[in-house]
C-alpha cells in the first residue's frame, strides 16, 4: 500500500462475498467478476491500531473511523454530518416490560431524516473519487432522498426510481436536491428493474444496495459507534429491520473487524441478531423458517414501513449468514403491530419512530412473551429513520 494513503485508511481489496475472489479496490466496482454478487472491502487489521489510533474524537460524525474507511483521499469525501446518532435508554418502556436494559439508537437524527445518510454519504464519495459524473438508484423512499442531497453536495448528477405510493415527503426532498425522479408502479423491485433498462449502457453508478461495495461501508458505522458508546461492551440481543439488510450486514461486519482489531472488551459476546421485516413483505423470514429454498420469486406487497418491502434482496445469503452466526432469528410485523409500536414510543419515551423503528420494539415484545429474549438481557433497538417522511402513511392513526 502507499505509504501516504496507509496514514489515511487501512482499505486492502475488495473480496467476493460468495468465494473471497480478490478485485482492486483502486477502480470503480460494481458487483463480483466472478459470481456478479456484492464486492466486499478488506482492511489491513492490525492490533496496533488501537481505538486512540483508529478514532478521531475531535470528529463528531462516522468519519471518525476513517482509518476503517475505504476513502482514499479526504479531498473527496463528501459529508452532511451523519453518524454519532444517540443511543437512548427507555426506562418507561423497559420498566412497563420487566426488561433490565433497553436502548434505542435514533438512526432518523442524521441528515435527511434516516440511516441510509451513513451509506450514501460513502457511496457517493467513492464515486467521486473514482470518477463517477453521476449516480442513479431505486429506491423505497430514504435511500433516494439521501442520494439526492449528496450528489447535490458533491455535483453530480442523481436519477432516482421510486414507487408511485411512496409517501409525498420523500418525492418532494428529492426534487428539492436537484435530482431527476422517476415514479414507477409497483415496489423497489420494478424501480430496480427501471433502472437496468435505462442505465443499461453503465454511464451512471448504479448505487442500488449491494450493487457496489461502499455503501456496506458507510452502514457498518454504526456497529462502531454502538461499541464505542457502550465502553467496547455490546448488547446481548440487537433488532433491526431489516429491508434490503446492508445495515444488518454491515453493524455484523463492524463487531467482526472490532474483534480482529482487538477493540472489544475481553469478555464481550457478541450480539443474537434480529432481522425484523414487514408481514405484508418478508422474504428473509420466508426463506429463514423454510418456506422457500430463496427470495427470487417471492411476491411481496406494500407496507407502511416502506424501507421493509424488499421483496428480492441481493444480500439474502449474507443476511442468513449474520443470523446463523450470531445465533440469531428472523420475524415479520403486521402494519398493524408496527402502528401500536409507533404509539408506545411516542407516548412513553417522546420518540416519533418510522414504522420500522415500531417494527422491532413489538418484535422485541413477541421475543420477550415468547421466551427467546430473557429480562435481565441488554436489549437494542435500531431505529432507522423519523415518522415525520412517512406521514401520508400514518396520518390520523394515533388513535387506536
Known amino acids: 500500500m502507499n505509504p501516504t494513503l496507509e496514514s489515511i485508511t487501512c482499505l486492502h481489496e475488495l473480496e467476493c462475498s460468495v468465494c473471497g475472489q480478490p478485485h482492486s479496490a483502486h477502480q470503480l466496482q460494481r458487483v463480483s467478476e466472478c459470481h456478479q454478487m456484492p464486492l466486499v472491502a478488506t482492511y489491513h487489521l492490525s492490533p496496533q491500531l488501537t481505538p486512540a489510533a483508529g478514532i478521531n474524537p475531535a470528529d463528531h460524525s462516522m468519519w471518525r473511523y476513517r482509518a476503517l474507511l475505504p476513502l482514499l483521499d479526504d479531498k473527496n469525501k463528501v459529508s452532511l454530518g451523519e453518524g454519532l446518532t444517540p443511543l437512548l435508554h427507555l426506562p418507561t418502556l423497559g420498566g412497563r416490560y420487566e426488561l433490565a436494559s433497553l436502548l434505542l439508537k435514533d438512526e432518523g437524527q442524521n441528515p435527511t431524516g434516516s440511516f441510509k445518510a451513513r451509506g450514501l454519504s460513502m457511496a457517493v464519495s467513492k464515486a467521486k473519487e473514482l470518477g463517477a459524473t453521476g449516480c442513479i438508484i431505486p429506491t423505497a423512499g430514504n435511500a433516494g432522498v439521501a442520494l439526492a442531497a449528496y450528489c447535490a453536495r458533491a455535483g453530480l448528477r442523481a436519477v432516482v426510481a421510486m414507487p408511485r405510493h411512496t409517501p409525498k415527503a420523500f418525492k418532494e426532498e428529492c426534487y428539492w436536491y436537484g435530482a431527476e425522479v422517476q415514479l414507477i408502479d409497483g415496489l423497489i423491485n420494478d424501480c430496480a428493474a427501471w433502472v437496468r433498462q435505462h442505465n443499461a449502457n453503465g454511464q451512471l453508478l448504479d448505487v442500488s444496495t449491494l450493487k457496489e461495495p461502499y455503501r456496506l461501508e458507510g452502514k457498518k458505522t454504526m456497529g462502531y459507534e454502538l461499541a464505542e458508546q457502550l ?170
Open 231 to 400: 465502553g467496547w461492551q455490546l448488547p446481548d440481543v440487537l433488532l433491526y429491520p431489516a429491508g434490503g439488510g446492508t445495515g444488518l450486514i454491515g453493524i455484523w461486519k463492524a463487531f467482526r473487524e472490532m474483534q480482529q482489531l482487538g477493540w472489544l472488551a475481553p469478555d464481550a459476546k457478541l450480539p443474537r441478531m434480529v432481522a425484523v421485516q414487514a408481514d405484508a413483505c418478508q422474504p428473509l423470514v420466508a426463506t429463514y423458517t423454510g418456506r422457500q429454498a430463496n427470495c427470487h420469486a417471492y411476491v411481496g406487497r406494500p407496507s407502511i414501513a416502506n424501507g421493509l418491502a424488499v421483496p428480492h434482496p441481493m444480500g439474502e445469503q449474507m443476511m442468513l449468514r449474520v443470523l446463523e452466526e450470531s445465533n440469531g432469528t428472523a420475524l415479520s410485523i403486521t402494519d398493524e403491530e408496527m402502528m401500536e409500536g409507533m404509539r408506545e414510543l411516542a407516548r412513553h419515551e417522546g420518540l416519533f419512530v418510522a414504522p420500522e423503528g415500531g417494527a422491532v420494539w413489538m418484535a422485541a415484545r413477541k421475543l420477550l412473551a415468547s421466551g427467546w429474549i430473557a429480562p435481565g438481557e441488554q436489549i437494542l433497538l435500531l431505529n432507522t429513520g423519523s415518522a415525520q417522511k412517512y406521514m401520508d402513511n400514518v396520518e390520523g392513526r394515533w388513535e387506536k
